[in-house]
């Protein structure tokens, strides 16, 4: 599976974002994608995840209410809105794709494809 992200740029805190991810190469049905991100230094810590059957969305606590994952029709496309972004969103912003088990979608050990992210900067 190849993934290709998009959609990184500056914005002010309290502005609005849209991260896109392309996917080719042999998703399934039974493929979840997710977004992760990361600061230097850090370990790549969970946004989001779309069970690509069920349509499903799971977020960490931070994004709730603030990020929304989707996906397009034809599961070509993922999508993720960003709203009330704050600074401390700021981060390289990684989809990933696998077969997660639903106990460990939170890991980021637990997605074999990646892209190669998209910096997101938010400016106070």
């Known amino acids: 599976v190849q993934l290709q992200a998009s959609g990184g740029g500056l914005v002010q805190a309290g502005g609005s974002l849209r991260l896109s991810c392309a996917t080719s190469?042999?998703?399934?049905?039974?493929?979840?994608t997710a977004w992760f991100r990361q600061v230097p230094g850090k370990e790549r810590e969970f946004v989001a995840a779309?069970?690509?059957?069920?349509?499903?969305?799971y977020y960490g606590d931070f994004a709730k209410g603030r990020f929304t994952m989707s996906r397009n029709g034809d599961k070509t496309m993922v999508y993720l809105q960003m709203t009330s972004l704050k600074p401390e969103d700021t981060a390289v912003y990684f989809c990933?794709?696998?077969?997660?088990?639903?106990?460990?979608?939170?890991?980021?050990?637990?997605?074999?494809?990646w892209g190669q992210g998209t910096l997101v900067t938010v400016s106070s």
């Open positions: 190469g042999g998703t399934s049905s039974s493929y979840t």
């Open positions: 990933a794709a696998g077969r997660p088990p639903l106990g460990s979608i939170r890991q980021a050990n637990s997605f074999n494809s």
């Open positions: 779309l069970k690509w059957m069920s349509g499903n969305t």
